[in-house]
């Protein structure tokens, strides 16, 4: 039998995450705050993951991103690609991210 | 599946990845929010005939099931009150002509929508209709890792080759696929090939759920208890798989609590953060709930709205908080945190749904149930009683009630 694929993405600069199918990205007005749905679970992600997360549409990169919000908040790149990546990558460690992929049809 | 879990708040947080689990909190306040899922059980109608069914004894006829057009109302009204998540389930729910309809509803009023399947009777036209009605994920049972034990359980022949073409459907379509393995004394020496089974199939969860002894399950207790050693055995086989297989695949385990030393929270409390909805249309705090004889449900039928029975109905109320609790429930230390048990259990087991859960060492009869399960899981009665509307049918030689 072939090692199975692990399904965590490895979240670099050029990655273009988007939320699988799997994990729904809601505001829930009832609580008023913003859920994850995924299978048997509701995750309520804070200010900065929900921003990040809206930006993962599987076409934006990492980079893309990082360069938006580092115009927006007036801060260093650097630092921002570090807090992003970091906070992606655990995000997919968790399997709330996966890598867009090219449709054949 | 998930409404049999000790503890609906299982998944763990960490408090510095800005994700908190909704579930674990609020689930603390006095005024009882409306549970975040509920799980609906479109009918009792089943092709299986599992001797541990979680349905109770006394099905639902088809005759009584919600009408397509009952259901949408309870859909709609149920995202109105804040549910996010609606676990279809039944019987088999793919028996219902309907179910394409009520998903791509589900979807329509904003619900997060999960098939519980037994998946024979799914075609892949059907699943992927329900694919493009926007259904998030599939949850399908397995009884065995082949066919000579999985169809005997299930009491249906050929069932587990359909069900492995089905789940290899649900991955073709990119739909996450959770397999759901139920454990018990005639299958747990299959547990490491199960759990290669789900990999193979690409899954994306396995449940490795043993059985709770209530309903039928408890009819066929004698058949179906685990010994201790394979307990054992189990929880080193689940333990080493999770390490292994971390990123591949998650496994959720449901120890039996009749080895436990505590009880299980069930339902994470009675009336707290759960209930379901019968195929006829009664709300409960939890499926087996209508085992408890002297309760009465309110149903989505009556002139009540839902979130007026899950907050004021008798049967939410009676068992909800610790206000109920007798001794040694009254006080204990751990009444906050187990709520003492399982309901069903204490009635199925002691006649009073008020007694604390004989799972727990505190229980008068926790010690005479012990030793029950050990003598019957050391016996060797493994006739099954299968599960059917005519109030069940003992395995013959031949048949496996196939």
Redesign the interface.
């Known amino acids: ?1 072939a090692t ?5 993405i490895n979240v670099s600069e050029s990655s273009r995450p988007v939320l ?3 994990a ?1 990205l ?1 505001f ?4 008023q ?1 913003w ?3 995924a ?8 200010e ?2 929900v921003e990040v997360l809206q930006l993962c549409d599987g076409v934006r990169s990492v980079a893309d991103m990082v360069d938006q919000l580092a115009a927006k908040y007036a801060a260093e790149r650097e630092a921002i690609l570090t807090d992003v990546i970091a ?1 992606l990558q ?2 997919a ?3 709330f991210l996966t890598e867009a992929r090219e449709k054949t049809s | 599946m998930s409404p049999t879990r000790s503890d609906a708040g299982v998944a763990a947080s960490d408090p510095h990845d800005g994700l908190a689990v909704l579930e674990a909190r609020g689930s603390t306040a006095e005024a009882f929010g409306i549970p975040l899922a509920v799980l609906a059980e479109l009918t009792h109608r089943c092709p299986l005939q599992c001797p541990y069914c979680s349905n109770p004894v006394e099905l639902d006829r088809g005759g009584s099931e919600l009408t397509t057009e009952e259901w949408k109302k309870v859909l709609t009204e149920l995202a109105q009150i804040g549910v996010l998540q609606i676990h279809f389930s039944g019987g088999e729910p793919t028996a219902r002509k309907d179910l394409v309809e009520l998903v791509q509803h589900a979807s329509d009023v904003g619900l997060y929508s999960n098939l519980i399947t037994s998946a024979v009777l799914l075609t892949r036209e059907k699943l992927s209709a329900l694919a493009d009605a926007g259904l998030c994920h599939v949850q399908i049972s397995f009884q065995g890792n082949e066919p000579m034990v999985a169809d005997r359980v299930a009491g249906l022949k050929n069932a587990h080759e359909k069900k492995l073409e089905v789940a290899r459907w649900t991955r073709e379509l990119d739909l996450p696929l959770t397999v759901n393995a139920v454990m018990h004394r005639q299958n747990l020496h299959q547990l490491a090939d199960i759990i290669e089974m789900a990999v193979d199939l690409d899954a994306d969860r396995l449940e490795v759920a043993n059985v709770q002894y209530y309903g039928w399950a408890l009819k066929n207790r004698a058949a179906l208890m685990p010994t201790l050693s394979q307990i054992e055995e189990t929880s080193r086989i689940v333990e080493e798989a999770a390490v292994r297989l971390k990123g591949i695949l998650t496994i959720d385990y449901v120890v039996p609590d009749y080895y436990a030393l505590r009880p299980k929270k069930c339902m994470g409390g009675w009336g707290r953060q759960f209930f379901n909805i019968s195929p006829a249309g009664k709300v409960l705090p939890c499926h087996a709930a209508e085992s408890i004889t002297g309760l009465e449900f309110e149903s989505v039928r009556s002139n009540h709205s839902i979130a007026w029975i899950w907050q004021n109905s008798e049967a939410f109320n009676r068992y909800r908080g610790t206000g109920w609790m007798k001794e040694p429930c009254k006080s204990c230390e751990f009444r906050e945190i187990d709520f003492g048990g399982c309901r069903c259990q204490a009635f199925a087991l002691t006649g009073d749904a008020g007694n604390t859960d004989p799972a727990c060492t505190l229980s008068p009869m926790h010690e005479q149930l012990f030793k029950q399960a050990e003598l019957e899981a050391a016996s060797d009665n493994n006739r099954f009683l299968y599960r059917n509307f005519s109030g069940g049918t003992l395995e013959t030689g031949d048949n496996h009630g196939a």
Do not use: C, Q, S
């Open positions: 039998m199975p694929r692990n399904r965590n699988p199918r799997h729904k809601k829930d007005e009832t609580r705050v859920v994850i749905l299978p048997e679970r509701v995750l309520a992600p804070d900065i993951a906070m655990d995000l460690d968790k399997g």
